[in-house]
Nanobody, 124 residues
């Protein structure tokens, strides 16, 4: 069983940066890949980024490549999402999720554990 808690969201202006954190409770955290998803009002939850168990494999959705960086510290059971050059269209609730393996990593159905989400609002 893995419990995930996101933090770090807030209200920022376009061009600013935020770092989201996803803290996990499981002692076996290093066995899980962790992804970030986001959901804007009236839209479906969409994939943002994922990181493999050891942190050496990462994937991003095209709209955040070059602006967002996912990383992890297994000693702290935490995954981070550094978000730079934020845009109003990045406004959403951001969720972290954990799974084993990386196949079909962009599909939310493949993730078995989810956090409660943290709100990110980017004003223009």
């Amino acid at each position: 069983q893995v419990q995930l808690v996101e933090s770090g969201g807030g209200l920022v202006q376009a061009g600013d940066s935020l770092r989201l954190s996803c803290a996990a409770s499981a002692l076996t955290f290093s066995r899980y890949a962790v992804g970030w998803f986001r959901q804007a009002p009236g839209k479906e939850r969409e994939f943002v980024a994922v990181i493999g168990r050891s942190g050496d494999i990462t994937y991003y959705t095209d709209s955040v490549k070059g602006r967002f960086t996912i990383s992890r510290d297994n000693a702290k059971n935490t995954v981070y999402l550094q978000m730079n050059s934020l845009k109003p269209e990045d406004t959403a609730v951001y969720y972290c999720a954990a799974r084993t393996g990386l196949s079909y990593y962009s599909s939310r159905a493949t993730y078995g554990y989810w956090g409660q989400g943290t709100q990110v609002t980017v004003s223009s």
